[in-house]
């Protein structure tokens, strides 16, 4: 079984940062592309930054220059450092992983339970 288990949400005034955690475990082999998605109350959920294998990155418009995703493969764990943080992030904030978990190349995607990240004065 594969698990991902995300950290480091919660309530943090405008302007000010938060540093999440998605740390995989169980019978992993391999890991690929992994990513961090948010969803707000009434919308659906949407891409804010992915991080390859190798390290590329991409991240959504509204993110860019504030947010950086990073991993540190020794520990199958990825980051997300988010600074100036407005009104708009607030939501709940999923990791994602496509994971191998045996040396046959079959990968799955495995999601977190999710995090919650609210950003008021």
């Known amino acids: 079984q594969v698990q991902l288990v995300e950290s480091g949400g919660g309530l943090v005034q405008p302007g000010g940062s938060l540093r999440l955690s998605c740390a995989a475990s169980?019978?992993?082999?391999?890991?690929?592309?992994m990513g961090w998605y948010r969803q707000a109350p009434g919308k659906e959920r949407e891409l804010v930054a992915g991080?390859?294998?190798?390290?590329?990155?991409n991240y959504a418009d509204s993110v860019k220059g504030r947010f950086t995703i990073s991993r540190d493969n020794n520990k199958n764990t990825m980051y997300l450092q988010m600074h100036s943080l407005k009104a708009e992030d607030t939501a709940v904030y999923y990791c994602?992983?496509?994971?191998?978990?045996?040396?046959?190349?079959?990968?799955?995607?495995?999601w977190g339970q999710g995090t919650q990240v609210t950003v008021s004065s």
């Open positions: 994602k992983a496509t994971i191998r978990v045996t040396t046959w190349p079959l990968w799955n995607d495995y």
């Open positions: 169980g019978s992993i082999f391999s890991i690929n592309a």
């Open positions: 991080i390859t294998q190798g390290g590329s990155t």
